[in-house]
């Protein structure tokens, strides 16, 4: 057994690239430089694949999702040499869904005076995805000029880490904030909210199409 493609991107996704351990929170995406397919490395397993490695039971653990955390290569290597009892079964797992659970929630307690504060700080996120897939994305001029390179993975990787972390980020601000908005704005609000849904959604598991990133809702943002 291997660790899928799908397996990876599921956790390099929900722990936005950042290494999950509470004390560390190293930002991961620097390892991506070199990366050949999917193979980003530091997925840690909570029980080893191997009955006598770190943590292991009888039989070994899987490698699904559900027994893999993301760290960094330091953290990774403290847990699996630590002796016998230091980072349990139940810590990482602890570890993992409070580190998921922080990208999930983010930008929810945000709360912003005016409307100004709030809409620069949307374009704020905006301007790094925007920048992002101008510089790596499907469009780019190193994506069209070495297409045999590693960038459609690391376009895919980074969309999980950054783009879909920035949505959530202000799905999750204007939730808080809406009052601070027009009626219309909250409308584009919606339709972005929409996309972003779909968007994330697609990078799982493909759809046939999905609402396109509605741009009046850029425009609208701008402070
Ligand atoms: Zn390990
Ligand atoms: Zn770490």
């Given at each position: 057994m291997a660790i899928s493609d799908n397996t990876v991107k599921l956790l390099w996704g929900r722990a936005?690239?950042?290494?999950?351990?509470?004390?560390?929170?190293?930002?991961?995406?620097?390892?991506?430089?070199?990366?050949?397919?999917?193979?980003?490395?530091?997925?840690?397993?909570?029980?080893?694949?191997?009955?006598?490695?770190?943590?292991?039971?009888?039989?070994?653990g899987s490698d699904e999702y559900e027994n893999l955390i993301l760290l960094c290569p330091t953290c990774h290597r403290t847990i699996d040499k630590a002796p016998s009892g230091t980072y349990s079964t139940e810590t990482l797992h602890l570890w993992k869904r409070s580190h998921e659970a922080s990208i999930r929630s983010n930008g929810m307690a945000k709360i912003f005076q005016n409307s100004e504060e709030l809409k620069k700080h949307i374009t704020f996120l905006l301007a790094e995805?925007?920048?992002?897939?101008?510089?790596?994305?499907?469009?780019?001029?190193?994506?069209?000029?070495?297409?045999?390179?590693?960038?459609?993975?690391?376009?895919?990787?980074?969309?999980?880490d950054t783009i879909v972390p920035n949505n959530i980020e202000i799905i999750n601000t204007i939730g808080a904030n809406f009052r601070l908005l027009s009626k219309a704005?909250?409308?584009?609000?919606?339709?972005?909210?929409?996309?972003?849904?779909?968007?994330?959604?697609?990078?799982?598991?493909?759809?046939?199409?999905?609402?396109?990133?509605?741009?009046?809702?850029?425009?609208?943002?701008?402070p």
């Open positions: 936005a690239g950042i290494c999950s351990n509470p004390g560390c929170r190293e930002d991961l995406t620097v390892l991506l430089e070199g990366i050949r397919g999917f193979n980003v490395g530091e997925m840690a397993h909570v029980i080893a694949s191997s009955p006598t490695g770190p943590r292991g039971v009888a039989g070994g995805n925007h920048a992002l897939w101008a510089t790596i994305g499907p469009q780019s001029s190193v994506a069209k000029t070495d297409p045999g390179s590693n960038m459609n993975e690391i376009w895919t990787l980074r969309k999980l704005e909250i409308y584009l609000f919606f339709l972005f909210k929409n996309h972003a849904k779909a968007f994330e959604q697609h990078q799982y598991t493909r759809l046939d199409n999905y609402p396109l990133f509605p741009q009046e809702f850029e425009k609208a943002m701008q």
